[in-house]
């Protein structure tokens, strides 16, 4: 009624939490030009008059503190949203970056009783123990270290009780207000909240699934079967199921602990080259990649000096045309080409509305001249991606989810490569893979495969050939061919061709009553007034009625 959408019984009490927090934080400005007020608690507003006055935080503050306080969800979607910097504006993508690893750890969490229930076993049967402290907390799940009967120590990550449906129930409540504030708050309407929603509710349902990221670890392993250089951990797929995962436990040493690299003797610009290899590897020839490769993800093994990657939660994944779309672009970049670096542009985005073809080469221009003045040992990958997503926003140039998670992944790992090495530059590691793309591009093996594909293609065609000519007969033969043909501009056209018709009806009814009038005048035929017969008076008379209307009508459409 009225327009307004209440909220669900079952989700009261979460409006009531999320618009308290709101306006404690001062955000009373926002709620009071959204139709969300009317759900504000009248008791709150009276006891908290001052409360923006009383915070000295900025906004992106108070939105970091917001998410905090309303738990789980809406600190997952802060998480997910600190890598939307194509959306966000950066001093607020700064403070949720703070998320990142903020999360409270559950009280009272017996892990005897959840896996029981859940895997349906008698723990004593199966674990010699079960740490009940977790060693590590996230918003969606926690981590228990545990010893297995076999004396294998694994790590047990287990979803929070009745996450799911706490998500599904918070994002119901995040459409509602995100369409609210779209529709009354031009200020809030700039960071596209229901856009920013809609990501959200796809990403974190990937994660909340674990079948899905055992089925990436092990997809992950395949890969880098015959390399010597990566560590995947081992999955108990037996003791795991959709809110649990149990896996090797891994005693390794974060990239980041430079420190402790250093007392292993590990020389760490090493390890920068080998771990950004490694993700290349992913990206350029396995197109299946790590979305997430922070440093508290990424491990070195000392004992075995391999390199570890964990959390397959947030995977990429690239289809093979997207990956040669993709090649391409990279090497027109590195070969500082313009003139391929459109169309390959315009083949891998997903929708383009260029407003200025002239204004989009210019700025691509620009961006590839500032390439080439610098040495590229000082280029800086995520300077130069960062420029070139303002390009393509300019530009109305949107490219595939796939390609934002590859640009800020590649971001985070120029960023872990330079931690471990200042003088470490990702396009070191880069133009190998390049020359050995290329190289195989125009090997004997891909052109005999590829024109073997072609063949195979021309082979299908014309096999099917005759059959459609055959179709196509018999349809001509039943009269059921039925060919349609468009004229842009008929409609205009048409409506011309009408005017002129009734215009040339006119003129001849006009003829018609001028010839009959001056018939009736020259016989003479009574009535008369005047001495002149009445209805040849009439019959000129409406002759110039009609003969001005069509002139005042040409005249008219002249004008127009």
Known sequence: MFGIKLPQKQNLKRYNALFMVLTKYGFEDIMANSQARKFIPKKYLLKHPDTEKRLSGSTFQRIRMVLEELGPSYVKMGQIMSNRDDMLPPDLVKELEKLQDHAPTLQNFEVEKVLSQELNINCPQYFLSIDPKPLAAASLAQVHKAQLLNGDWVALKIQRPNIAEVIASDISIMKEVAEALEKYSAQVKAFQPAKLVESFEKSVNEELSFHREMDNMEHFARNFMDNNDIYVPKLYRELSNDHIICMEWIDGIKVSELEKLKAKNIDSSAVAKVGVDLYLEQVLEHGFFHADPHPGNLFVLPEVQKICFIDFGMMGTIMPKDKEALI??????????????????????????????????????????????????????????????????????????????????????????????????????????????????????????????????????????????????????????????????????RKTLKTAFNRLVYAVIIAALSIGSALLVMADMPPKVSGIPVLGAIGFGLSAIIGLVILISIYRSKKD
């Open 328 to 493: 391409d672009l990279l090497l027109c970049f590195l070969k500082k080409d313009v003139r391929k670096l459109i169309p390959v542009l315009k083949k891998i985005a997903i929708r383009s509305e260029i407003p200025d073809e002239k204004k989009l080469e210019y700025d691509l221009y620009e961006l590839v001249e500032g390439i080439s003045n610098t040495s590229i040992r000082n280029i800086k990958l995520g300077i130069t991606l960062k420029q070139f997503k303002n390009v393509l926003y300019e530009n109305k140039i949107t490219i595939p989810h796939y390609l934002y998670i590859l640009i800020r992944a590649l971001v985070i790992i120029e960023g872990v490569g330079l931690k471990l090495d200042p003088e470490f530059n990702i396009t070191d590691n880069l133009e190998p893979y390049m020359a050995k793309i290329t190289r195989k591009r125009f090997g004997l093996k891909r052109l005999f495969k590829k024109n073997l594909n072609r063949f195979q293609d021309y082979n299908a065609l014309l096999d099917k050939l005759p059959d459609d000519i055959n179709e196509i007969v018999d349809k001509i033969k039943d009269g059921k061919l039925v060919i349609v043909h468009e004229h842009k501009g008929l409609d205009e056209f």
